[in-house]
């Protein structure tokens, strides 16, 4: 599967961006989706998940309550809205999959199990 991440850009603390994250090459009925980031000089981190054949979501503490998943089965497209932006916010956000294991559960994430990923898109929160 091949994953196209859009949607990023740079806004004002406060404010609100929808990602995009189209998937091509297979559908996606059988995988978890998932979104992380990475800010400068910081490992790489997990935001939000979505199984796509149930609609469970989870996601990062930092994050709950801001920021919603949400995927579009006619469009082979997964969506992450971010509300209520903050500067901590601020990095290079991804999309990644894995597949769906029905045997374990949605959580924890383990970014490791994500084998495929796209290209990255910047988000940028200013003070």
């Known amino acids: 599967v091949q994953l196209q991440a859009s949607g990023g850009g740079l806004v004002q603390a406060g404010d609100s961006l929808r990602l995009s994250c189209a998937g091509s090459?297979?559908?996606?009925?059988?995988?978890?989706m998932g979104w992380f980031r990475q800010a400068a000089g910081k490992e790489r981190e997990f935001v939000a998940a979505?199984?796509?054949?149930?609609?469970?979501?989870y996601y990062a503490d930092s994050v709950k309550g801001r920021f919603a998943i949400s995927r579009d089965n006619a469009k082979n497209t997964v969506y992450l809205q971010m509300n209520t932006l903050k500067p901590e916010d601020t990095a290079v956000y991804y999309c990644?999959?894995?597949?769906?294991?029905?045997?374990?559960?949605?959580?924890?994430?383990?970014?490791?199990?994500?084998?495929?990923w796209g290209q990255g898109t910047q988000v940028t929160v200013s003070s």
């Open positions: 990644a999959i894995r597949a769906d294991d029905r045997r374990a559960p949605l959580a924890p994430i383990i970014i490791s199990a994500f084998n495929s």
């Open positions: 090459g297979d559908i996606l009925s059988n995988y978890v």
């Open positions: 979505t199984r796509w054949r149930d609609a469970a979501t």
